[in-house]
C-alpha cells in the first residue's frame, strides 16, 4: 500500500520503505519471492482523521507488464489483512489497492485506488495520482532527480483532496523523496532495496 | 612447416577455448536503476558470469563471461524474461 515506488523488487530482493505525510506514518518489509509476488509486513499509523494504527501482513503481486522499447507499463495488486486499533478497539483490517503504473526515463504517471475496511473503526476508498518528470536523463551509477506532483483523494480524512509537490532522488537501489502538501505538512518517503 | 601450422592451429584453438566471452543484449523495459539492479544481480547469479555492465541510455545489458565459459542465447533470454523484461538483439564478441 506504500507504493510510490514499485512494491515488488528483484527474486531474493528485499525492501523497506517508510512513507510520513500528511495520511500518516507508514514503514513496511517486503520480500520478492518470485518475479511476480513479493510478500511483507505492513504497519501504518493514520492521522489527519482517525488516529487508526494498522498491522497487516502484505502480499504484492505483479499482474501484469509492458516493456516497450523506451518505457514500462505495469498494474500492481497489494493486499493485506491484519489488525486495526483506535482508542483500544481492536478490529480486523483489510485492504487492497492497485497501482497502474507507465515509465520511462523521462516521464512517469501512476494511479492507485485503494479500498480499506477497518471493522466498525472505519470504511474508505483512497485514491492516487503521480505525474513526474526527471530534467535529467542520468545513467545507472548517477544520481536521478525526479519532479513530481501527487494529488490524493481521501474522502474518510479531513481535508478530502490533498496536492503535494514533490522532488524524487534516487540512486541504485536508494530512494528518498521530500515534498510539502497543500494542507502544511511535510513529506518524507525513503526506500531501500537489498 | 607442418608441425609448426599443427602447433600453431592448436594453440589458436586453446587460446580461443580459454578465452571469456563479451555479449551485449538490449533490454526493452529497462528504465530506471531499480529495474537495472534486478537485471544486473540476477546475471551476476549465474555461474558463468564474471561480469555485468549496465547503459540505461542504451537499453544495453553487457555481459563477460568466465575464461572458457559461454551464455547461450536462450539462457540469456530465460535471465532477462526471470527478472520481469523482454530481451531485444544479441552481440557477441570474443
Known sequence: MVAEAKPLSYVDGTMVMQENDETGHTISLDYTFTPTEAFGLYIKQEENGKEIFMLTPEINT?????????????????????????????????????????????????????????????????????????????????????????????????????????????????LFEVGYSSNQHIMVNWQVQF | MKTKLLTLIIAFGLTAAVSAETIHTTVNGMVCAFCATGIEKTFRKQPEVQSVKVDLPSKQVTITTKPGKTLSDAKIKEVVTYSGYTMGRIVREK
Do not use: C
Not at chain 1, 492507485?112 to 535529467?136: T, Y
Not at chain 1, 519532479?147 to 524524487?168: C, E, G, N, Y
Open chain 1, 62 to 174: 505483479l499482474l501484469k507488464r509492458w516493456n516497450l522499447p523506451d518505457g514500462q507499463g505495469n498494474i500492481f495488486n497489494m493486499s493485506g489483512a491484519g489488525i486495526a486499533t483506535y482508542r483500544g478497539n481492536n478490529q480486523p483490517s483489510l485492504w487492497t489497492a492497485f497501482l497502474a503504473d507507465y515509465e520511462s526515463r523521462r516521464w512517469f504517471l501512476s494511479y492507485e485506488p485503494r479500498f480499506v475496511w477497518d471493522g466498525n473503526i472505519e470504511k474508505s476508498v483512497w485514491q492516487r495520482a503521480r505525474i513526474g518528470m526527471a530534467p535529467l536523463l542520468a545513467n545507472y551509477n548517477d544520481l536521478n532527480t525526479w519532479i513530481m506532483f501527487q494529488v490524493d483523494h481521501h474522502p474518510a480524512k479531513h481535508d478530502h483532496f490533498v496536492a503535494t509537490p514533490l522532488i524524487r532522488f534516487f540512486y541504485k537501489t536508494y
